[in-house]
């Protein structure tokens, strides 16, 4: 009759061990360098944006890219090694218009490390991501992929009821000449 105790404390016991080796993922970085499908989303007013974007810590640059209506073409570069902010639009067959004023920000690196984890969750497709809160404002969250490379899929902004979904991350180890030069136009 002794058995089935010895079991069930062996199933406990194996189950405590189990709990206790569970560790929570490395505190998330921000990529270095990277491209992505930033698509950003306004929920107090209902709009999203789409944008090919790039983003670069040793070319201190930003670049957005944007394909609008009627064959227009939006080009947004930060430019904050040069501190400068460009912004080309060209139309159907127009020669680009660009609009050229100085960067007043600072190049942004969220601190996603130091966030606190929130949880490993699973997307409806099956996908399962980390998720990690901001510890002094419950207002920002950041999504990761559920594996070592922690790539971004969405940040949060509950304040200002805002949201950045990534999408076809690729990391960059050597950008293509002239990805951050001035726009044509400008």
């Known amino acids: 009759m002794r058995k089935p105790y010895r079991l069930i404390a062996a199933a406990v016991l194996a189950a405590g061990l189990a709990v206790a080796s569970a560790q929570n993922p490395p505190a998330p970085t921000w990529p270095k360098e990277f491209t992505a499908t930033l698509t950003i989303v306004d929920f107090r007013h209902q709009r999203n944006e789409s944008s090919d974007y790039a983003y670069s810590t040793s070319n201190l640059a930003e670049l957005n890219d944007f394909t ?29 218009q660009c609009r050229q004023q100085p960067e007043r920000n600072n190049f942004p690196i969220p601190p996603v490390n130091t966030f ?13 991501y980390y998720s990690f809160v901001d510890p002094q404002y419950a207002n920002f969250e950041y999504l990761c992929t559920a594996d070592a490379n922690e790539y971004p ?34």
Do not use: S
């Open 153 to 186: 899929i969405a940040f949060f902004d509950r304040q200002n009821q805002v949201a950045q979904e990534f999408r076809d991350f690729t990391p960059v180890t050597n950008w293509p000449a002239n990805t951050f030069a001035k726009p044509q136009g400008c």
């Open 116 to 128: 606190t984890y929130n949880g490993t969750h699973t997307f409806p497709d099956g996908t399962q």
């Open 68 to 96: 609008r209506f009627r064959n227009m073409t939006w080009v947004d570069l930060h430019d904050y090694k040069d501190k400068v902010h460009y912004e080309a639009i060209e139309g159907a067959g127009g020669r680009p």
